[in-house]
């Protein structure tokens, strides 16, 4: 079962939205959770993980304007993006990694969501 993110769409620059995954049926608590996004003609890049502790990382490109929380008894983690610019155009994927260690390696993930689009016009 993959994980199901949602949330995407279209907003203005300088605006919010919010990004929700969930891992329907599974209990992720104990796995560092990260979304990852893919903008058009691009690879694939780190944009924040969150760990069974709650500890968090960050991509240097949204430092300050996201945040990224979870909610075990819900199986939900979620990405707040403020102040959002062109570059935030993206496909945004949420991903579970079984290491023990937080990683930004997106090859140490093992389970995806199908991805949600976020648009951002000027």
């Known amino acids: 079962v993959q994980l199901q993110a949602s949330g995407g769409g279209l907003v203005q620059a300088g605006g919010s939205l919010r990004l929700s995954c969930v891992n329907p049926?599974?209990?992720?608590?104990?796995?560092?959770m990260g979304w990852f996004r893919q903008a058009p003609g691009k690879e694939r890049e780190f944009v924040a993980l969150i760990t069974r502790n709650g500890n968090t990382d960050y991509a240097d490109s949204v430092k300050g304007r996201v945040t990224i929380s979870r909610d075990n008894a819900k199986n939900t983690i979620y990405l707040q993006m403020n102040f959002v610019n062109a570059d935030d155009t993206a496909n945004y994927y949420c991903?579970?990694?079984?290491?023990?260690?937080?990683?930004?390696?997106?090859?140490?993930?093992?389970?995806w969501g199908q991805g949600t689009l976020v648009t951002v016009s000027s």
């Open positions: 991903a579970r990694s079984r290491r023990t260690l937080p990683t930004r390696n997106q090859g140490l993930y093992d389970l």
């Open positions: 049926g599974r209990t992720f608590g104990s796995y560092t």
